[in-house]
């Protein structure tokens, strides 16, 4: 009797690993921490777990983080899917991280948004501007911020805060320096110098990290800094009076992007997951709680909506993009000049 | 006579943590150092080659030179104030009720039970332009109020003194408890103050106590990084934060192995200076000290 009881949970037991198993292919996805983790995780994850019975592992991290990481498992992957700015994932591709995209997805979306010849493919933009908190501004009577050299401004003095040349919002920052003072992706000669000698001495701090902007901003340290629409709307959602600046030089366009990567577990499951990123139902979620404009063509959003993110593309034309090809190339030098010139 | 098994027992014994170190230390280590030789390309990644490349750019690197020498001045001014601050503060617990100890203890250990990251997150609002720190300066009308706190090295000195006295603390109230307390009373019966019964009896006992405390806090702040990085914010940058830049940004693997290697060999560097010069020199006096000789 025992020992029949015993075989029998014993084959129970067998046979719930194998349902187990066979219930549970996985997916790691990569991407950004903060309020876009937050909304993958509430919004969009669980509804694609359920439809194709999968579970997804999210991987925080930042761009270069993440792009580090993969760059250190290549050959034994774990991340299925990554999601990186458009600079770093551009980069990803020329190091050969990325798989070709699926046609659907290619087709799907804006031809703007297909990156790296056919590699990897936007899944939101964004811009990078100036950020500003509209309740010190009033209090204070300064007219909101329009140009670029605004962040040169006497009264602003150890009140800005820049992210590093690490992140994104830096390198927009650097080049939009050289481009409005005679120089260009190939040339950021001019922008080091105005980085140096006229925005330098009003940064109190050089800060990547979104969470310590945001505590920044909200303990009234800094009153404005470079940062990105995604990152204000995500501020304005809990309350708190934050607005975004276009300068009249130009915004810079910031993609986020997503690709399957190479030699991942699971490929048919990574290239399922990236489609469903660029789905007008994802997109449209992240427009809402991200103020990601959408990628895909096929996206319609309620009007109130509409009007606060990047939506079609003439708008996408009137924002700045980067030559990110010239930029990567040269980046570690920027980084080298950005250290020793700038960030002091 | 020993026997064969005698002389193998040692052996065996230490076989198991023997192993462990050389696989989970050791080969790293090797590994780090390996990778450090070789050179870096942005398309191609690590190459092939071997040399002394990167060593060589650190050594005519300004930027370095000044990173190297804020890491061993922000650990020496630690040091010095988790020395000043945690040396007596074991003597006033040991001399407490017993009943007090345990709870004081506690406290003192306080900080090491938060999280790096929380307890700097804490340092941020206390000390911002905003902060509670300068608030309470302004409304006490000191003059020049707001200062600047965060940022600054001071700010990276007060995070660090927060969670490295209580290593100082420890180290120093194992060594007074093996101080007898005999010695005590027979000083004060000789007629010394409270004073010189403890510079001149109980510190020169618990001296190993303390070099070993200062020892442990020199090296945990030359080679800490979350807090620099937080408190400090990349314009004072210290070897560790350059180590994570060149391997998670710039993601040039080989200079930041090279970094670390660098960082490595002055921390080791510092340690035997350290144990040469100061204590065994120490150690030399107490033990001239309980033979009678001069003290």
Redesign the interface.
């Known amino acids: 009797m025992m020992r029949s009881l015993l075989g029998l949970l014993t084959a129970a037991a067998a046979a719930l690993c194998a349902a187990q198993a066979s219930a549970e292919q996985r997916l790691t996805v990569a991407g950004y921490g903060g309020s876009y983790e937050q909304i993958m995780r509430t919004s969009v994850i669980p509804a694609f777990e359920r439809e194709n019975d999968v579970r997804i592992d999210y991987l925080t991290g930042n761009s270069?983080?993440n792009?580090?990481r993969m760059?250190a498992q290549r050959g034994h992957q774990t991340v299925g899917v990554a999601v990186l700015d458009d600079g770093p994932m551009v980069q990803a591709v020329?190091?050969g991280l990325c798989r070709t995209l699926p046609d659907a997805v290619r087709d799907a979306v804006y031809p703007i948004a297909v990156l790296g010849d056919d590699h990897a493919v936007g899944t939101g933009f964004g811009f990078t501007g100036i950020a500003y908190n509209t309740k010190l501004f009033k209090e204070r009577g300064f007219p909101a911020p329009t140009s670029w050299m605004d962040l040169a401004k006497p009264e602003y003095r150890?009140r800005i805060a820049i992210p590093?040349i690490?992140n994104t919002y830096g390198v927009h920052t650097l080049a939009m320096m050289a481009r409005i003072h005679g120089g260009s992706d190939a040339d950021i000669a001019p922008g080091l110098k105005v980085m140096r000698q006229q925005i330098n001495p009003n940064v109190?701090?050089?800060?990547?990290s979104p969470g310590?902007m945001s505590?920044?901003f909200q303990?009234?340290?800094i009153w404005l800094a470079v940062w990105g629409s995604s990152r204000v709307a995500a501020m304005q959602q809990a309350g708190f009076p934050l607005a975004i600046a276009r300068p009249k030089e130009g915004a810079v366009v910031l993609m986020t992007a997503g690709c399957a990567i190479t030699d991942s577990p699971e490929p048919a499951l990574a290239d399922k997951f990236l489609a469903y990123l660029v789905s007008p139902k994802v997109q449209e979620i992240f427009a809402t709680q991200y103020g990601a404009g959408p990628t895909n063509r096929a996206t319609k959003l309620p009007p109130e909506v509409a009007g606060r993110v990047i939506y079609g593309e003439d708008q996408v034309r009137s924002l700045i993009g980067l030559d990110w090809d010239v930029v990567?190339?040269n980046?570690?030098d920027w980084?080298r000049q950005w250290?020793?010139q700038v960030?002091? | 006579m020993m026997t064969r098994s005698d002389r193998l027992t040692p052996a065996l014994l230490t076989a198991p943590s023997a192993l462990v170190y050389a696989g989970a230390l050791l080969v790293p280590l090797a590994g780090v150092l390996a990778l450090s030789l070789h050179g870096f390309d942005f398309e191609k990644g690590v190459l092939p080659g071997w040399g002394l490349a990167n060593y060589q750019d650190l050594f005519t690197d300004p930027l370095f030179g000044e990173a190297l020498a804020r890491t061993f001045r922000i650990a020496g001014l630690t040091t010095l104030i988790c020395l000043l601050v945690g040396v007596p503060e074991a003597w006033i617990i040991h001399r407490m009720d017993p009943r007090w100890r345990g709870p004081m203890l506690l406290v003192v250990v306080g900080p090491l039970l938060v999280s790096v990251v929380v307890r700097n997150f804490g340092w941020m609002v206390l000390l911002g332009t905003n902060g509670l720190v300068n608030q309470a300066l302004t409304a006490l009308h000191v003059p020049g109020a707001p200062f600047r706190l965060m940022f600054t090295e001071l700010a990276v000195v007060i995070g660090l003194v927060h969670v490295m006295v209580p290593l100082v603390v420890l180290s120093v109230w194992a060594s007074l408890g093996r101080l007898d307390p005999v010695l005590e009373r027979a000083a004060t019966s000789l007629g010394a103050g409270r004073f010189t019964v403890f510079t001149r009896v109980v510190l020169p006992n618990v001296m190993p106590g303390v070099m070993a405390g200062a020892l442990m806090v020199f090296c945990l702040s030359a080679s800490a990084f979350a807090t620099p990085a937080m408190l400090g914010g990349k314009r004072l940058k210290v070897v560790s934060s350059m180590t994570y830049n060149e391997f998670l940004n710039t993601l040039n693997w080989p200079l930041g192995a090279a970094l670390a290697t660098v960082l490595m060999a002055a921390i080791l560097l510092a340690t035997l200076l350290w144990t040469r010069l100061v204590e065994r020199r120490a150690l030399r006096r107490l033990g001239e000290v309980a033979q009678g000789g001069p003290a």
């Not at chain 1, 109190?204 to 990547?208: I, P």
């Open positions: 270069s983080d792009l580090a760059q020329s190091l150890q590093g690490d109190l701090a050089y800060e990547s310590k505590e920044m303990s009234g340290e990567n190339r980046r570690a980084t250290q020793r960030e002091r």
